[in-house]
């Protein structure tokens, strides 16, 4: 999963190294907008220069399987060049 690395993870919090990107701000911004829709994300950050998201979630949504969905078909949408399978089992195991 080099297209997307873990940068450091604490309760109700990830933050992601996104090298696809890097000095793109549209597409920061379509991260912003497409993972802040999603019911139990509080805020998403971005920094196109580097490359890097954070996100703030409700950490309880956890156990629940439709956001857990949505995460994963956000992911898949925005980044489809990163294993749909791989990824999730990579977050989880950070959280």
């Keep these: 999963m080099e297209d997307i690395k873990i940068v450091a993870t604490r309760p109700g919090q990830i933050s992601l190294a996104i090298n696809k990107m890097k ?47 949505q995460l994963k078909e956000t992911f898949s949408s925005l980044f489809p060049e990163v294993s749909a399978t791989k990824l999730p089992v990579s977050i989880s195991r950070s959280l």
Excluded: W
């Design 23 to 69: 000095n793109n701000q549209t597409l920061a911004r379509q991260v912003e907008d497409r993972f802040g829709a999603i019911s139990g994300i509080r805020q998403v950050e971005t920094d196109a220069v580097r490359g890097l998201v954070s996100i703030d979630f409700d950490q309880q949504l956890l156990s629940s399987l439709s956001f857990l969905l």
